[in-house]
């Protein structure tokens, strides 16, 4: 039997930033894929803010892992009224993005294990045991384990902590050409509920995708594509599940950490998880390196730290579930109204006085008066969308 000191389960974005966290303070984890190559298959509409280039120093310049800059984003309401927001958001090659982060986490000294599954794991006295699958199946002793296995959360699960649930799910097409100028979000409560269609144009090709919890999101897609006269060649069709939720209760018990979307790392709003789960990955890094590093067992060491820096964060507060269980619960003549209101402006630049000038008109309206408390949810929850969804 193998002994390790940290075994890290999955190779997406949250797990290899935990093991460049970890490998950074002097623990060199162990990372288990199931898939045979890192970063693929592709599940992703690859839009990425600047915010996750900046937290995590990846060099913009390396055109290897983006196609294309996108400066303003289109939040599109029923009637066609739209409104506009300065951003600054790479359409990612998800692939060679996830196989960039392994290649940072193994030059600092991880070991990344491919085409192998961890079966189960089972808390016993020593931290964690891992069954794993792989040419032949062994057992691995690990002092601790990071779960950052997906949306799925199976071995989450197994421990009878509450996965992320309910998960939406997501329905994408590659299409060839670029068909738009900027990141566009469709919402319309009727057609797509609790979710939205975007169009992220890359260099070359489009990514258009739908995330609803309706179960005709093909046939939904396919009825924007025809509406919108969008007839590039399909390249790939791709799509997963994505917790809705945002962030679970328990991230932590014992020796087992989670991160990412198995943890319900994701934007309740957007529903990008990127930057959050790596965000997720690498305070899990941090705290775990300096639980194993303790010289004594203060609460500053203790895994206990990771939730507790977790809540600092504006992602994981409490406000961005309000205002998706708001927000998605209108109706479409509620969204006209505001769309109608907000008309063409640039959300982000209404500063000072015409931001009072703004609430009264929404206020006014009748319709929207009897929301304030709404309202605020809305605002407060896009406001940090802006940074945190996707
Ligand atoms: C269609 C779609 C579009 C999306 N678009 C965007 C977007 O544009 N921007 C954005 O920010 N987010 C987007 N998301 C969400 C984003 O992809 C996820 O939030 C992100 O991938 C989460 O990273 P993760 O590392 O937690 O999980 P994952 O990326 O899912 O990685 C988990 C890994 O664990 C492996 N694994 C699972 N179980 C085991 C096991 N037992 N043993 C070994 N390996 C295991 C899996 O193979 C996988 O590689 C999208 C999601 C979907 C489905």
């Known amino acids: 039997m193998k002994d390790v000191r940290v075994a890290i389960v999955g190779g997406g974005p949250a797990g290899l930033q935990a093991a460049i ?10 990372v288990y894929e199931e898939h045979s190559n890192i970063g693929q298959p592709i599940q992703c509409g690859e839009g990425l803010s600047i915010h996750a280039f900046n937290d995590f120093s990846i060099p913009v310049e390396d055109s290897k892992i983006w196609t294309k800059v996108h400066k303003r984003c289109k939040l599109v309401f029923p009637e066609n009224r739209a409104i506009y927001g300065d951003i600054q958001a790479y359409m990612i090659k998800r ?12 030059d600092l000294g991880s070991t990344i ?34 779960l950052a296995e997906g949306a799925q959360a199976k071995l989450t699960k197994s421990l009878s902590i509450s996965p992320p649930f309910p998960l939406i799910y997501a329905f994408e097409y590659k299409v060839e050409g670029e068909w738009g100028e900027e990141l566009e979000f469709y919402f319309d409560a009727e057609r797509y509920p609790y979710g939205y269609i975007w169009l992220f144009p890359r260099k070359n090709e489009t990514n258009i995708g739908i995330v609803t919890n309706s179960r005709e999101r093909k046939k939904l897609l396919d009825d924007f594509l025809n509406q919108k006269n969008i007839s590039g060649r399909i390249l790939k069709k791709v799509g997963g ?30 529903y990008g998880g990127i930057r959050i789960g790596m965000t997720s990955g690498e305070i899990a890094g941090k705290v775990a390196a300096n639980f194993l590093n303790r010289k004594d067992d203060s609460q500053a060491s203790s895994l206990d730290r990771y939730p507790a820096e977790i809540s600092k964060y504006m992602f994981s507060n409490k406000i961005n579930l ?24 640039y959300i ?8 009072i000038k703004m609430l009264l008109n ?7 008066l009897k929301y304030p408390r709404g309202l605020l949810k809305i605002y407060k929850g896009f406001k940090i969308a802006r940074d945190w969804g996707f």
Do not use: W
Not at 333 to 338: A, G, R, S, V, Y
Not at 348 to 355: L, V, Y
Not at 362 to 368: A, D, I, K, R, Y
């Open 21 to 30: 966290s970890l490998s950074k303070l002097g623990i060199k984890p162990l």
């Open 95 to 106: 692939d060679k993005f996830d196989q960039y982060l392994a290649q940072k986490a193994t």
């Open 113 to 146: 294990i491919t085409s192998t599954r961890v079966n189960s794991i089972q808390q016993n006295s020593a931290g964690v045991l891992l069954n794993i699958e792989g040419e032949k199946s062994t057992e691995v002793q690990s002092e601790l384990v990071i």
């Open 241 to 270: 599940p994505i917790p809705m939720k945002g962030p679970i209760p328990e991230i932590h018990r014992d020796k087992i950490m989670i991160v990412g979307d198995a943890a319900g790392m994701v934007n309740p709003i957007f």
């Open 322 to 345: 309000s205002c998706h269980n708001f927000f998605y619960s209108r109706s479409n003549k509620f969204l006209t109204k505001l769309g109608k209101i907000l008309n063409e402006q």
């Open 348 to 355: 982000n630049r209404i500063k000072g006085r015409e931001k």
């Open 362 to 368: 929404l206020l006014v309206n009748p319709g929207l």
